[in-house]
């Protein structure tokens, strides 16, 4: 894990204590970003790229959202696609990845329908298979996990939620929607160690374990939710988790889309907009 200097690269410029840096208005990102939550909304869609390589953690609600989030990061083909759970925010912009994906990892299905979106997968020319904790491989340079669900498990939707790991250059955790109750099975079954990156769980829900945020004690927390949202998403209960926990929050719907990359200093978190920049030790 990497416990240093985090800082906020932005279109504008940081005015306060710490350090910042400035790049002007439609300046890249590095070009080893390892992590791009996309501004899609109320929902879930964050690539993961290494190399030539990449993954994407759900798809979003909206398709044409999800394609202009993956033009701006030059993402053609996806060589691994999660699909943590089956809400609509999680996999309604589906169709806009349809014939790019080589390998599928999904979430058990509740119903039919749910079924049914792994023979769309199929006929579209990924292979498809049903996450279990243990499951590992390679993307480029990082290595994955899946850390949820269990073989086995009469659990679904949210609590079902696909858990993934990536390590290399830097450590992320996805969570899905995993609830509270879903969260301390995660930390019973797996011995959970410090993150670089969190993807915030439920867009920021108050269903939230504290203890499970102070395990993972992860220096960047990265909340994918709609501006204005009728669910009060982020919360203030979850905000104080992580304030407790030590982790810096980023937000879409404050900050647009937000890119992450490892440095030689820390950890390096661009975005559309602005926010604090801070000293991690």
Same mark, same amino acid.
């Given at each position: 894990?990497?416990? /240093?200097?985090?800082?906020?690269?932005?279109? /504008?410029?940081?005015?306060? $204590?710490?350090? +910042?840096?400035?790049?002007?208005? +439609?300046?890249?990102? &590095?070009?080893?970003?390892?992590?791009?939550?996309?501004?899609?909304?109320?929902?879930?869609?964050?690539?993961?790229?290494?190399?030539?390589? *990449?993954?994407?953690?759900?798809?979003?609600?909206?398709?044409?959202?999800?394609?202009?989030?993956? +033009?701006?990061?030059?993402? @053609?083909? =996806? %060589? #691994?696609?999660?699909?943590?759970?089956?809400?609509? %925010?999680?996999?309604? +912009?589906?169709?806009?990845?349809?014939?790019?994906?080589?390998?599928?990892?999904?979430?058990?299905?509740?119903?039919?329908?749910?079924?049914?979106?792994?023979?769309?997968?199929?006929?579209?020319?990924?292979?498809?298979?049903?996450?279990?904790?243990?499951?590992?491989? !390679?993307?480029?340079?990082?290595?994955?996990?899946?850390?949820?669900?269990? /073989?086995? @498990?009469?659990?679904?939707?949210?609590?079902?939620?696909?858990?993934?790991?990536?390590?290399?250059? #830097?450590?992320?955790? *996805?969570?899905?929607?995993?609830?509270?109750?879903?969260?301390?099975?995660?930390?019973?079954?797996?011995?959970?160690?410090?993150?670089?990156?969190?993807?915030?769980?439920?867009?920021?829900?108050?269903?939230?374990? !504290?203890? *499970?945020?102070?395990?993972?004690?992860? /220096?960047?927390?990265?909340?994918?939710?709609?501006?204005?949202?009728?669910?009060?998403?982020?919360?203030?209960?979850?905000?104080? =988790?992580?304030?407790?926990?030590?982790?810096?929050?980023?937000? @879409?719907?404050?900050?647009?889309? =937000?890119?992450?990359? &490892?440095?030689?200093?820390?950890?390096?978190?661009? $975005?559309?907009?602005?926010?604090?920049?801070?000293?991690?030790?």
């Amino acid at each position: 894990m990497i416990c /240093a200097l985090i800082v906020l690269v932005s279109a /504008a410029i940081y005015a306060g $204590s710490g350090i +910042g840096v400035t790049l002007s208005a +439609g300046s890249a990102w &590095p070009g080893n970003w390892q992590i791009a939550a996309c501004d899609i909304g109320q929902g879930d869609a964050v690539a993961v790229h290494d190399a030539d390589r *990449f993954a994407l953690v759900d798809v979003g609600p909206d398709p044409a959202l999800l394609r202009t989030c993956l +033009g701006r990061l030059s993402i @053609t083909h =996806i %060589d #691994l696609l999660v699909l943590t759970h089956y809400d609509r %925010d999680h996999v309604g +912009g589906l169709s806009a990845v349809l014939g790019m994906v080589s390998v599928v990892l999904l979430g058990p299905p509740e119903d039919a329908r749910d079924a049914a979106m792994a023979d769309t997968l199929m006929k579209s020319g990924a292979e498809v298979r049903h996450a279990l904790r243990g499951d590992s491989g !390679e993307l480029a340079g990082l290595s994955w996990s899946i850390l949820w669900p269990p /073989a086995g @498990t009469a659990l679904r939707g949210n609590d079902a939620s696909v858990t993934i790991e990536f390590t290399g250059s #830097l450590r992320s955790l *996805f969570l899905g929607d995993l609830g509270e109750d879903s969260q301390r099975l995660v930390s019973a079954a797996n011995r959970l160690s410090h993150e670089d990156v969190v993807k915030v769980a439920h867009h920021g829900s108050a269903d939230q374990n !504290e203890d *499970f945020y102070l395990a993972v004690r992860a /220096a960047v927390g990265l909340v994918s939710v709609g501006a204005n949202n009728r669910y009060g998403h982020p919360t203030d209960r979850l905000l104080g =988790i992580l304030g407790r926990s030590q982790t810096s929050v980023f937000r @879409t719907d404050l900050l647009g889309m =937000i890119v992450v990359a &490892p440095s030689p200093d820390g950890i390096v978190v661009w $975005s559309d907009g602005q926010a604090r920049v801070e000293k991690k030790r």
